[in-house]
C-alpha cells in the first residue's frame, strides 16, 4: 500500500496482482486497457488548522461518487503550488481507497525540491528537470491543460477539518459534525445514557486509538502535530482511559527518529502511544488482542 506513494513525485506506478508481478518477473508481456484518466484542477490554499488528512478525505469521498475504478486521475492547477511533496504522497497514497487505479502529481519545482533536500547532487537534479523538460512530461501552470476523459474541481480553502467512518474511509463527516454522526450511529448509546444504565462499556466506546496508517503517518506535519497535541495533553495530566489499547506505527523508521529527537516521542510516551512496531497493524485489523475485560464485555453484550 506504500506504493502509491511515489506517484506525488510524477512517477507513474501502481500496485500490481501476484499473477501479474510474476509475469513481469519472468519476462512475459502483460496487456492492460488504456485507462481512462480524471483531470483533477485543484486550486485556492488551505485554511489555517486544515491538513492533507482533511484533502485526503475529501478527495476519497468525490473520486468515489465519480466511479473511478480503473482509471487513472491525474492533478493539475494552481493548488499545486500549496501542496509540499509529502501531502502529494499523502494523497496518492489514498488512492485504493478511492477506488482508482493510480492518482499522480506532474513532475515540477517541487519534485526537484524534494530530490535536493533527499541528498541527490546537482548534476542529478538538473537531469531531471531537462528530461521531464524534453520529453512533455514538465508541468508548465502556464501551459494549456491536457485532454481529459472528465475534469473535477477541488477548491483547497473549501477543505475542513474532517473524520472518516463509521465503517468506511469514503464515509466523510465534517468535524463539526461528528457529534450528530455519533449519535445517529450509536442510538443505542444515547438511549442508555439517557436511562442511566451505561454499562462499563457501552456501543460507541473508543476501545483501540492507534496512530496508524501510511497515508498519515507519511506525513511529517501530521505527525509533528500529534506529538504537539500529545505534548499539550500531558501537560494537562490528561490520558486515554484504561479501556483503551494505544499504539503508535509508523509505516517509516524515520517517523521514529524525527520524533525522538524532536522530544515529542517522549510525550506520545506518556500517554501510551509508545511505537509497537513499523508498517501495516491497526489499520488492517491486526491490532491484538484487547485487555480481557474489555474483550469479554464486548463478546458478552
Known sequence: SHTPMINGLGVVGWGVSGMEGLAAALGEPLAMLLPEVVGCRLAGRFNPGVTATDLVLTMTETLRCLDVVGKFVEYFGPGLSALAAPDRATVANMTPEAGATMSYFPIDAETLRYLSATGRDAQHVALVEAYAKAQGLWYDAQAAPAEYSAVIEIDLAAIEASVAGPRQPHERVPLRA????????????????????????????????????????????????????????????????????????????????????????????????????????????????????????????
Open 178 to 301: 461528528a457529534a450528530h454522526a455519533f449519535s445517529a450511529a450509536c442510538p443505542v448509546r444515547v438511549a442508555q445514557e439517557a436511562a442511566g444504565t451505561a454499562a462499563p462499556v457501552n456501543d460507541g466506546d473508543i476501545v483501540i486509538a492507534a496512530i496508524t496508517s501510511c497515508t498519515n503517518t507519511s506525513n511529517p506535519a501530521g505527525m509533528l502535530s500529534a506529538g504537539l497535541v500529545a505534548r499539550n495533553a500531558a501537560a494537562r495530566g490528561l490520558k486515554p482511559p484504561p479501556r483503551v489499547k494505544t499504539s503508535l506505527s509508523p509505516g517509516s523508521r524515520v517517523v521514529a527518529d524525527y520524533l525522538a529527537r524532536s522530544g515529542l516521542q517522549d510525550s506520545l510516551d506518556a500517554l501510551g502511544f509508545h511505537v509497537s512496531g513499523f508498517g501495516c497493524m491497526t489499520c488492517v485489523g491486526s491490532s491484538g488482542p484487547l485487555a480481557a475485560p474489555v474483550a469479554d464485555a464486548i463478546t458478552g453484550h
